[in-house]
């Protein structure tokens, strides 16, 4: 950088240039919302949006689409694909089904972050990380710069990256979760200003925090990575997708007056082939009605037209479906065209644009049911054990499918003071007998990938390729100790316990093109908590027992010793003698009065 | 004698008999040796609290503080370490002339410059080259300015002197492209030795303080605090230069330009940007974006409607309020260097055309932050019966907007306007900036010493006291380089000293609380303090009593 030259450019460069430029023919942007009823009263929503912008574009800072903020960011810190997650909740898997988009686009409970950075070394791509996860956490206001060096990990074989990425890139790939961060609307509001219509139009602006985050599970991602087409061109992906579940019943309660009150006894549908039924006794039979529902009663405001930018091609401009039988008769607000799709199921909504959508369901007889898939693999995670030295993690994958095995990998990810023994790995199936058999570990797992942690430097890191046979249930268990941290090191809320982060699964499998994630439920770990009030306690101890010591030492070396008669006459001159000499002389006045009157 | 004393002893022994019973005696007077005992003991305890105890307790407890050269730090911020002086050294070159001549048309026109000059600091030295007439080209002085430790003087302009017949009166002709003046003067006008004034050094003279006027008022008013510069500096000049300085960025190595079309609906969406786009600047990092959707913040006045104009309007003190700094997203970019800010605001077709009720204009600046140009495209119908922008802005409309913007991006940059020449003007930059960061430096250095000197409890750590070494060293070494006309040097240690100026004063470890207040301290180790104090104190208290009760007898005995 010379001085001179600064000056020199705006003199010579701040000309027009004149070209003819057809820059603008690769970027797109698309948005779609899907709305399906679930079980016990629950409704998915389902937003995506998605945009491209021309690798030209973006590596000459022209943004149109894609957030400039969010760009630059991935600039300056050489990321070549970035995912990030928010989540709250829990997905129920056994009343709802598959995970929308089979789980790629949800992640763990908190916040979830994993990229691709290119760098020619480990180091400088940990320092470009650092530099990531600090610009993303001020962009949306999440703690992600609580990411450090313990709780980022480099998985092997559990991510892979979905964009095309030119050879000469040296990648890697990055992974770090904060389990205990509370996803709130301060992330909603940067995310909604990421899109280009910024909730204002389209079906973003039926983003309300108070719902959103009110939802039963909830899940927001922001996916960037270069797709490149047959040919070579490439453009630059940004995916941003919001899923939530709903609880119908929860949704309509008014915000004035959100205290749920219960249903009263003459609407109650009752079993009464139960014993105990009776006047006061009821068991509720499950609703032969499927609930009534709008869009302004759920989501508390209707779609404010389309955003203008989407690409009129094609299908889709029908921005809004629904998956519910034909049969069912919906309301939709004029200007709008439903089209139904051939599969029985699906209806989408053509919007008229600067109009407002709303959308009512009538309360109806359930006649069908769209019929949800059974998930490939079901699992869950616990923390078993006692006491607060040791305690042991239970894994328990369960295999619905009658007739294929499932093979996946299993990855976990966990915090220094959580050290697990990975010698007491054990494994139980319950095959179709029910019959409970212990296998040697080496039979369910394939292959393992371990990376044992370093003290407040890194966690540990559980790649796991695993095989469940049809219809079994594969308990893995192993046994860890909780480490004792440090006074300074214990949160303000240690008894609460600390977090761990969910463990991700990833389903090969060949019927399915993409990989299915599936995420277990964070876990809370007790570690043995000290009494905070302790250092102080020991320095008021041992600070007395000092004091004693010195106090019986000093007082042997400068009092003086006397017998004991001259020590009542020592004491006559003292303070304390002469005030007993003045009680004395009180108590003899008075005896001396007493006499008087006798 | 004997028996004396035994009457004066006897009637106390008797009444003592008689109050208490006679079990009870006084003890015997202890001995001097126990008494001897007792002091030292207590003079050894408090011995060791005093020389033991308090040292270690005030070496534990205590804040490191480095040590600062206060003094030297507050000199350099009250300008007395260095008065900033800038002697040009102007070339003469007179091929034509006579070795006599030339020398002494030097000694008039430096007469005549030292007379019209009244700002000690800022004076031009002329210098006589030997007639040769390569003139220093912009690419050289670039290189000059780049290598600091160069030993000569920079040259500042060869003045030309070139005798044409058929003149009446000299006149000059500035290169555009060299810092080199011609003058053509008649022959006629050589000044002979014996005058001391000639029609041709007044000219030069002239001529020379013509070129660096406003050079100088800008350094005298920079040098001066802002307040008044130059006497004879007219207002309006002195009016240009306080509202340029105010205007202009803060330097920095690299500046990031960043255009944002701005619009409240969902039109234009789109804009030849990469047509209209800058050719690639180095040192300038450019970035573009599209921000639909972009509302006034609910608290800026909303334009209003004007019959007269048949426009919307904005009130000029409104203008500040304009960008929603809290909705709109312009947050700074990543990277180096500060961003310069170039906003088109394409207005509701129900606010269109959007102007500036004083002045009808359509673009103003941001001081220190950028510009805003109002762009008011034709409007169209639309098939619902209303009026909407055109979805897409062109190349053609969107040329007067650029061309604001360059013209705005000059004046944040803080070019100044004279002289023609710009190599000239670049070297007055370079002379500006050495100024401007010289004094900024100094007077962080001023600041850092009064916090210092305010705040006894913030922690120094040694880390501060090298860089305010390194900045002191600099400074000096500019304003060494500074005198000696070394601009080009000058620049580059005050850069130096700026950059290290700020990184001493905004250390981080500098700010850390202290996590224990003293009052905390005291209530845990009052249970140990207690208990040890109280029987010391009271120790003392008793001895010294003693001992005033010893002198007192033995003045009385004496």
């Known amino acids: 950088m010379t001085v001179l030259s600064l000056f020199t450019l705006p003199f010579v460069a701040l000309i027009l240039t004149l070209w003819s430029s057809s820059a603008f023919a690769s970027s797109d942007y698309h948005e779609h919302l899907l709305l399906q009823p679930l079980p016990q009263s629950s409704l998915l929503a389902s937003f995506n949006f998605r945009s491209n912008t021309s690798q030209q574009s973006f590596d000459q800072q022209h943004f149109r689409y894609l957030p400039r903020a969010l760009g630059q960011i991935l600039q300056h810190a050489h990321t070549k694909e970035l995912h990030l997650r928010f989540t709250t909740g829990r997905w129920d898997a056994e009343s709802w089904g598959p995970r929308p988009w089979n789980g790629s686009k949800e992640g763990g409970t908190g916040v979830e972050l994993w990229a691709w950075i290119d760098a020619p070394s480990d180091e400088e791509a940990f320092a470009k990380w650092i530099t990531l996860t600090q610009s993303l956490s001020g962009l949306f206001c999440a703690s992600l710069n609580f990411v450090d060096s313990t709780r980022t990990t480099r998985p092997v074989v559990s991510f892979e990256p979905s964009g095309g990425h030119s050879a000469a890139d040296q990648l890697h790939l990055l992974h770090g979760t904060l389990p205990g961060e509370v996803v709130c609307t301060e992330n909603l509001t940067p995310f909604l200003k990421l899109l280009p219509c910024k909730g204002k139009a389209g079906i973003s602006s039926l983003f309300d925090g108070h719902k959103l985050f009110d939802a039963a599970w909830q899940s927001m991602s922001v996916d960037i990575q270069p797709v490149c087409s047959a040919d070579g061109e490439c453009v630059v992906q940004i995916e941003q997708t919001v899923d939530m579940v709903l609880d119908i019943d929860r949704s309509k309660r008014s915000r004035s007056n959100p205290i749920p009150r219960p249903v009263p006894n003459e609407q109650l549908v009752c079993d009464t082939s139960k014993p105990y039924n009776s006047d006061d006794t009821c068991y509720p039979l499950e609703k032969t009605n499927d609930k009534s529902w709008s869009l302004t009663e759920v989501f508390g405001r209707s779609i404010n037209g389309v955003c203008p930018l989407t690409d009129f091609d094609g299908s889709s401009d029908q921005s809004v479906c629904l998956r519910v039988p034909h049969e069912r008769g919906v309301f939709i607000s004029d200007g709008a065209d439903e089209i139904k799709k051939e599969d029985g199921f699906t209806r989408c909504f053509k919007l008229a644009p600067s109009v407002s959508f709303d959308l009512t369901i009538p309360q109806q007889p359930v006649n069908t049911e769209v019929p949800l898939d059974e998930p490939v693999l079901h699992a869950e995670r616990t923390i078993v054990g006692h006491g607060q030295e040791r305690g042991g993690m239970r894994i328990i994958f369960g295999n619905p499918s009658n007739t294929s095995a499932v093979d996946f990998i299993y990855f976990e990810s966990l915090p220094w003071f959580l050290r697990p023994y990975i010698h007491t790995l054990r494994a139980t199936i319950t095959g179709h007998d029910g019959v409970l058999r212990e296998v040697p570990a080496y039979e369910i797992v394939k292959e393992t990938y371990y990376r044992p942690a370093i003290d407040r430097e890194r966690g540990t890191q559980l790649e796991l390729a695993l095989s469940v046979p049809a219809a079994s249930t594969v308990t893995l268990t192993y046994d860890f100790e909780k480490a004792i941290l440090r006074y300074t090191e214990y949160p303000p809320d240690a008894n609460r316990g600390f977090n761990v982060a969910p463990a991700v699964i990833r389903i090969v499998d060949p019927a399915h093109n993409a990989p299915i994630y599936i995420r277990s439920t964070s876990l809370l770990l007790q570690l043995p908590t000290p009494d905070f009030s302790m250092p102080y306690n020991v320095i008021i101890l041992t600070s007395t027992v000092i004091a004693l010591a010195f106090g019986t030492i000093f007082n042997i070396l400068v009092r003086r010793v006397v017998s004991l008669d001259e020590a009542a006459a020592l004491g006559a001159q003292t303070l304390k003698g002469r005030i007993l000499g003045k009680l004395v002389a009180i108590r003899d006045r008075l005896r001396g009065k007493g006499t008087k009157v006798d | ?558």
């Open chain 2, 1 to 558: 004698m004997m028996t004396k004393t035994g009457d004066q002893e006897s009637p106390q022994a008797s009444a003592s008999q008689v109050d208490q019973p006679s079990v009870q005696r006084a003890p015997p007077p202890e001995t001097p040796a126990a008494l001897q005992t007792r002091f030292r003991v207590i003079a050894a305890f408090w011995a060791v609290i005093i020389f033991l105890g308090f040292p270690i307790w005030w070496k534990t407890t205590s804040i490191y503080r480095a040590s600062l050269p206060i003094e030297e730090m507050v000199d350099w911020a009250d300008g007395k370490a260095c008065r900033p002086v800038f002697p040009l050294e102007i070339h003469l070159a007179t091929p034509s002339m006579q070795y006599f001549e030339a020398q002494n048309l030097l000694r008039t026109t430096q007469h005549t410059l030292d007379d019209l000059n009244e700002f000690a600091a800022h004076h031009l030295r002329l210098k006589l080259t030997n007639g040769s007439t390569t003139a220093v080209n912009s690419d050289d002085s670039l290189e000059n300015a780049q290598t600091p430790a160069e030993e000569t003087a920079d040259t500042a302009l060869t003045v030309q002197l070139l005798p044409r017949d058929g003149l009446a009166s000299p006149w000059s002709e500035l290169h555009a492209a060299a810092t080199q003046l011609d003058i053509f003067y008649p022959p006629s006008q050589v000044p002979v030795p014996s005058s001391s004034n000639s029609p041709l050094s007044t000219f030069i003279a002239a001529e020379l303080q013509r070129l660096y006027g406003e050079e100088k008022a800008t350094i005298a008013h920079i040098l001066s605090g802002n307040t008044a510069g130059l006497d004879s500096t007219s207002p309006q000049l002195a009016e240009d230069i306080d509202r340029r300085l105010r205007r202009s960025m803060k330097y920095a190595e690299t500046y990031h330009l960043s255009f944002s079309l701005f619009t409240p609906k969902s039109e234009p969406s789109s804009w030849d940007i990469e047509a209209a786009a800058l050719s690639p600047i180095s040192n300038f990092t450019v970035d573009t974006q599209v921000q639909l959707y972009a509302n006034f913040a609910p608290t800026a006045p909303k334009p209003e409607y004007d019959e007269s104009e048949a426009a919307w309007t904005l009130k000029k003190e409104d203008l500040s309020a304009f960008v929603n700094a809290a909705e709109w997203p312009l947050n700074p970019s990543i990277g180096n260097g500060p961003t310069i800010n170039f906003i088109l605001y394409v207005p509701d077709p129900s606010q269109s055309p959007l102007i500036v009720k004083e002045n009808r204009a359509s673009s103003w600046m941001v001081p220190q932050w950028g510009g805003v140009f109002l762009l008011n495209p034709p409007l169209s119908n639309t098939e619902q019966g209303g009026l909407s922008n055109p979805s897409h802005l062109s190349q053609d409309s969107l040329g007067p907007a650029f061309m604001t913007f360059s013209h705005q991006l000059l004046t944040l940059l803080g070019t100044p306007s004279t002289p023609a020449s710009l190599p000239l003007r670049l070297q007055t930059s370079i002379r500006i900036r050495a100024a401007t960061l010289l004094l900024s430096a100094s007077s962080t250095m001023g600041s850092l010493a009064r916090l210092t000197e305010s705040l006894p409890s913030i922690p120094i750590p040694a880390t501060v006291a090298t860089s305010v070494s390194t900045t002191l060293s600099h400074l000096a070494a500019s304003c060494a380089h500074l005198r000696e006309g070394r601009f080009g040097a000058a620049l580059a240690s005050a850069r130096v000293a700026e950059t290290e100026a700020e990184r001493s004063f905004f250390e981080k470890s500098m700010v850390g609380q202290v996590y224990f207040p003293d009052e905390h301290k005291v209530a845990v180790y009052l249970p140990l303090l207690g208990p040890i104090g109280v029987p010391l104190v009271v120790g003392l208290l008793k001895e010294l009593k003693r001992i005033a009760a010893r002198r007192k007898a033995k003045g009385a005995a004496s």
